[in-house]
């Protein structure tokens, strides 16, 4: 059995190498019929002439544009529309829509004791310091939140006026707006 494998085998081999090996190759192809159109005759008119143009006909299909109308030039008037005046929101629409900008989150901390720490170390120059409690992952957290900007960029260059020691926490930009939607919007101003 051994010996008719091996001889098997090297007949097979043989014949991928020789030049005489053939191998069946089909393939099938789709062919789509398309009907062609009938020619029509060529259209005589009445005069015998071919291909349907003749003098009549000619001028009965050519449209005729006549020279160009001197523009006239119309004046409008404008429309005056009637003055809005713009009236400043009243002190219960300020309280049911206040501004919403952004802060800078100094720090996050497991006590109490530690934001007062944190609290008192930050600067006093005319910007809030606030303190927002949450718990995640059933740890309970407060972060220290400091200014209140306008802009996100006006936060990011406050970052850079903090102290060294509360750049080194690496403080971010947070958005108000943000806190005050989320699952725990306790903002206590600490100052």
């Keep these: 059995m051994k010996k008719i494998a091996i001889v098997g085998l090297s007949v097979l081999l043989s014949a991928c190498v020789s ?3 053939v191998t069946d190759v089909s393939s099938e192809s789709y062919r789509e019929e398309y009907q ?3 020619v029509e005759q060529p259209v005589v008119s009445q005069q015998g002439v071919t291909n349907g143009i003749s003098e ?3 001028q009965s299909d050519v449209v005729k544009m006549s020279p160009e109308q ?3 030039v119309v004046k409008v008037q404008p429309q005056t529309k009637p003055a809005v005046a713009i009236t400043p929101p009243t002190a219960k629409q300020k309280a049911m829509n206040p501004r919403y ?3 800078i989150q100094v720090v996050a901390v497991g006590s109490q004791t530690k934001v007062d720490q944190f609290a008192r170390k930050l600067p006093r120059d005319n ?3 606030w303190e927002n409690y949450k718990v995640v992952n059933g740890t309970k957290w407060y972060s220290v939140l400091y200014g209140d900007y306008a802009t996100r960029t006006d936060a990011k260059k406050a970052i850079g006026e903090l102290p060294a020691e509360f750049q080194s926490l690496k403080p971010f930009v947070k958005s108000i ?3 005050k939607n ?3 919007p306790t903002l206590n101003k600490l100052n």
Aim: hydrophobic share 25%.
């Design 36 to 38: 062609t159109a009938k």
């Design 19 to 21: 030049s005489d090996y």
């Design 127 to 129: 910007q809030p310091i």
């Design 177 to 179: 707006d943000a806190i």
């Design 70 to 72: 001197p523009k006239q």
């Design 182 to 184: 989320s699952q725990y």
């Design 101 to 103: 900008g952004f802060t």
């Design 56 to 58: 009549n006909n000619v």
